[in-house]
């Protein structure tokens, strides 16, 4: 055969095909098989610095398919955290001109969450262990410079936003398609409803939280979309899909989330979102209030042989309604113990990531259930209890406060915005965020990749909008 082509690209092609057949030989000399694949990682590192955003896309894609390696790492979805981290600091090294910094910093909503950084940095180093609160703080950092700096920049293109919804949806509509009909296989048992989620989803409050989740985009893309184009049908595929799959989660917090987001859509074009969430934060409060007057919440502890996993979904939905779901009871279980321990650490917490090493002293043996003994080391499973426990009652506040920025400012972004697609793109980041609200209510989400992302790239949507608007309104002026 005859090579054509150019001298360089000539050069190129022998020294990618000694460079392939060193690293066969050498894995199978040294019997390391993993030498392999170490071409296919340059070939891959060549078309990521081509154009830095194919890296970002690949991290979209990978996020609903990434499964836990080893129990310890999210593949391929941590590594590819870590590189467009990486790209997002020389991008910035090399484009600081061109990033409207003062601007971005300025934003009520970017303050927002960066106090709440800001808080993380200062409970880790007060911790009572600060080596796992460091390796919490490091891999926080993963989360925020991909999925909420990063995007902030790259969302400002209009392509951007519609390619990495585009490569999202598709990623999880195939992962649920395969549990779907895996699920049908056992006939949607309730008490099967595990194995068929493995390995991309460790339980099927993750499952149902991604799922309901991303419903708000796809009913945007349904609305941007021509009436019966390909991407108007696969939109429609897409909710009804969708829906089932949340049903059939088994999720109930996932159900109240799907319903949320439509409360959100409504409060919203009313401009009462503000008001919403006041007014959950009230009634929260005054529950918590009323639990706590002359031990009320004693009254209401389980009884320890009727608080049993359920086979069927019937017999679920009674059980959370007479308080004899194993669940529920256990929530109860680590709430008070949350609530007893922050009368000891309320300022700082114990430190990022360190719950479990320090929460059972704190428990009451008559909310014990079946599940105490927490193999799992799992937390609160309620991300304000999570904040309060683990960074005192600064970051409870700070995250509540972030959560009513983050509707009060979105909102008015919303009504602020005259283009159709940047309306419904900043409605429908909003329904997600309104969901992930109600998901995270009753468990630690925003720590995981599948969830936290989503939360982040929200947010840096409506923040990259608002920016976009704002230089738009001053070129006119």
Known sequence: MILKGSSFEIKLFILGSVFFISALLLSVVFDIPYLMLLPFAVCIG???LKDIR?????????????????EKYDMPDEPLMILNAAFFLFFCLFNYAKIALKSI???????????????????????????????FLLKKSWYILPFLFYPIVLFQDKKVIIQSYQLLFFSLFSIVVIVLIRFSAVGFAFDKV?????????????????????????????????????QWLISIAGIVVFLVAVYFSYSRAAWMAVLFAGVCYIA?????????????????????????????????????????????????????????????????????????????????????????????????????????????????????LFMLVEQGYPAMVLYAI?????????????????????????????CCIAAI?????????????????????????????????????????
């Open 46 to 48: 060549f078309i990521f």
């Open 194 to 230: 595990h194995d068929p989620l493995q390995p991309f989803f460790q339980n099927h409050v993750m499952y149902g939280s991604m799922v309901s989740i991303l419903i708000p985009f796809i009913v945007g893309a349904l609305v941007l979309s021509r009436k019966l184009s390909v």
């Open 105 to 135: 910093l300025l934003n009520p909503l970017f303050l927002a969450v960066l106090f709440t950084i800001i808080w993380l940095v200062i409970a880790v180093l007060l911790s009572e262990n600060i080596v796992l609160s460091s390796k």
């Open 54 to 70: 194919y890296a970002f896309y690949a991290l979209i894609f990978a996020l609903p398919i990434s499964f836990q390696f080893l």
């Open 268 to 384: 919203v074009r009313f401009k009462m979102m503000h008001l919403v969430i006041l007014g959950f934060f009230v009634l929260v409060f005054s529950l918590v209030v009323w639990l706590a007057h002359n031990n009320t919440y004693l009254s209401y502890k389980p009884k320890f042989e009727k608080t049993i996993m359920h086979e069927s979904l019937e017999d679920h939905i009674m059980a959370t309604i007479q308080g004899t779901d194993i669940s529920s009871a256990e929530r109860y279980y680590r709430w008070i113990a949350a609530i007893r321990m922050s009368a000891d650490h309320p300022y700082v917490g114990v430190g990022p990531n360190n719950f479990y090493d320090f929460y059972k002293p704190y428990t009451i043996t008559s909310f014990k259930t079946w599940v105490s003994r927490n193999p799992e080391r799992s937390t609160t499973h309620n991300y304000f």
């Open 402 to 430: 972030l959560i009513f920025t983050i509707f009060f400012y979105g909102q008015k972004v919303y009504h602020q915005q005259t283009d159709r697609f940047h309306k419904i793109v900043v409605m429908s980041a909003l």
């Open 437 to 477: 609200f109600i998901n995270n209510f009753f468990s630690e989400l925003l720590e995981t990749d599948k969830i936290g992302s989503l939360f982040y790239l929200s947010i840096a949507v409506i923040l990259a909008i608002d920016m976009k608007f704002k230089k738009a309104q001053k070129s006119i002026f």
